[in-house]
Every structure is written in C-alpha cells, then in structure tokens.
C-alpha cells in the first residue's frame, strides 16, 4: 500500500538517528560518548516526583480537559506575569503533550496548502518538517555566523510574499544557543506588524541563559506585538521533564480555541498525572534551573575551551540553551572528507564520539555538541575530536 505523500517527503530526526547509533553502539560494548542528545542529564525534581505519585494517589488518573487542567493554566499564567511582564486569561492558554506538539497544533490550525513559513536558519530540525505536515512551505533565511546565527530586518523583509503566514523566532536557539536582543527583537517585531505576519516564539530554553543578558519575549515589547505573536514553552528543559511531555502555547484566543478543538481528536488530552506534575513545578518557590545554570556554564566554558583549540575547528560562543555549533568546514577540508555528515559518521566509527551534522539544522558546515552530560565526557569527547582531526589531516 502507498503511504500518504505527506509522510513520503519527511526527513527523518538527525538528532533521534544520531542517538539511536550511538545507543546501538553502546549496546555492543563500545564506549561511546554521545554529544547529540538535547535534553538535560539531571533528574526531574523530587517534589515534582511526589506531586505525581500523589496525583496517582489521589485517583487523578482519568481525562482532563482538552486543552489542560484549569490549575496548570493558571500556575502558567502567573508565570508569564511574573518572568516575562505578559498577562493572559485562561482561554488564552493551552496545554500539550510537549512543546513540540504545540507547534505541530499550530501550525495545523494556521496553515492552508501552500502558505509559507518563514524559518531563520539554522533551524530546529523539526521546524520545516511540521510546516510541511500542514502542507505549508518553509522557507529558509540563512542567518549569517557572523552575525551570530541572527536574521536582520532587511533579510526577513526581503522573503515575504503574499503567501507569508508566520516567522519562527528561537530564542536562545537550537541548535546555535545565540540570542535576540530587545532592539533585534523590536526591529524584526515591526517588519511582522507591517506585513499582518503570525510570529511563532519559541522560548523553551528561556531559563537556560548564561550571561547578564535577559531572556526577552518578543509579546513583551507591546501590546501589538503580544496581539501577533503566539508564545512556546514547556517544562522539559527547565525542569529536567523531558519525558513527561508537558508544553503549553499562549496566543489570540481564536487561536487557541482551534488547537483544543483540534487536540480533543488528536490526543483527548496531556497525559494528567504529568500536568499535575508540572503544576508543582509552576507552583513551588524552588527553582530547579540555579544549579543546572551554575554546571551547564561550566561545562559550556569547559568545552568552547576545548573544542577551539582543535585545528580546523572556529566556534561563536553561545549564550544560552545547551550546545555549541562549531563550524567544522577546515577539519572537514584538512581530514579529507566531502561533507559534515561524512565526517560526523567517520567520527562515530572511529573514536566513538556522536555528534550531530548541522546538515539537519540548514547549516551544512557545523555540527551540534551537547553539553548536557559530565565535564569529565565532555574533556574525554574533546581529546578524542582533536585526536581524530589531527590523525587524519593530509
């Protein structure tokens, strides 16, 4: 039987095919130092593990409603007042099954066949697949490494065409960990305004930020641009919840009621013993992400150190999330290879380092390390890159 062509023109995970490799790999006894997975290394709270199990206790285990538990709605609404200055009633909330299906919600709800979507790259490479999924057209603006992986007005302005529907800002980003400053945000902010153009704001490392800059939501810069703009977020990277797939989106309510109608068919509802989970997270004074901040800065200084010195190897330094994106065109060139992708295999094979190709990301010249794991991996990954690159340049 033929499959749908919606699902024939999909490109699968790099990031999930990088760590199905590597765990093969482990399972046959090597050992393997796997830099690709994006989730943090430490384990979900305790008081959000006691919150679960009493939910279970508690007999809180039949549906909810489509679009999440009033009490997760609230605890969310007082978050966004109190971190971001943004007020939103609850029709103006929904909660998903991970942040991931938020965005695969919305770009369903919004989309008709053949509208465009305006994707800043290097991406998150679940982006262009949602948008095709919805049979719109993602459509790529390179953002220059130089101008740390950031479009400019200019660049955004230049790529809008009748068909234009939403821009996808990421900030910090994946795979890059770069941010948009209050004045980049504004300036691209009006561009949006004057174009009538839904922007899509991803903000789920938003507490994984690791200078004085603040985390700036684009919704907050005024009141028409909070009207255009739908925000994303979850607990899985604040909150070491990964696996408990808990996001929510805020937005126009008209928005908002289309993806609970749509969500009611696709998925009933979020799993409820995790939304109370996540409601202690949201509800407690305790803040999971100062000690994860305090060891992921380390660990980030510990291998941009590294990883810089490796020749053929040039690096910008992040600023948030939890990945460096080196660029690794001069190893590439020096090793003798074609392409990342090859590079990135060979060194898998080789000295049992994973990491994922930027090709995945719109970015054929990088490749993303994840820090999420010991310093002691992250010093032992490094010693054994520049190995591999020193061994074999001609």
Known sequence: M???????NLTPSSTLAISAKAKALKKEGHDVIGLGVGEPDFNTPQYILDAANQAMQDGLTKYTPSGGIPELKKAIAKKFKKDNQLDYELDEIIITTG???????????????????????????????????????????????????????????Q???????????????????????????????????????????????????????PHISIAQLSPELKAQTVVINGVSKSHAMTGWRIGYLAGP????????????????????IAQYAALRAY???????????AIFKERLQTLYDLITTIPGITCRQPKGAFYLFPNVSGAIKQNGFQTVDAWVEALLEEVKVALV???????PEN???SYAT????????????KHFVEKNQQ
């Open 2 to 8: 033929r499959l749908a062509n919606r699902v024939m």
């Open 99 to 157: 942040a991931k299906h938020a965005l695969y919600t919305l770009f369903q709800v919004i989309l008709n066949a053949g509208d465009e979507v305006i994707v800043p790259s290097p991406y998150w490479v679940s982006y262009p697949e949602q948008i095709k999924l919805a049979e719109g057209e993602p459509v790529f603006v390179h953002a220059l490494e130089e101008n740390d992986f950031k479009i400019t007005p200019e660049q955004l302005e």
């Open 159 to 213: 790529s809008i065409t009748n068909k234009t529907k939403a821009l996808i800002i990421n900030s910090p980003s994946n795979p890059t960990g770069m941010m948009y400053s209050k004045e980049e945000l504004y300036a691209l902010g009006e561009v949006c305004l004057k174009h009538n153009i839904l922007i899509v704001s991803d903000e789920i490392y938003e507490k994984l930020i690791y200078t004085s800059d």
């Open 253 to 272: 309510k008209g928005i908002v009621k289309a993806m609970t109608n749509h969500v009611s068919h696709a998925t009933s509802n979020p799993t409820s």
């Open 283 to 293: 509800e407690t004074d305790q803040d999971p992400t100062i000690e994860m901040r």
């Open 357 to 363: 190709p930027g090709s995945g990301f719109g970015a």
């Open 367 to 369: 490749v993303r390390l």
């Open 374 to 385: 010991s310093k002691e991996e992250l010093v032992e990954a490094a010693q054994r890159i």
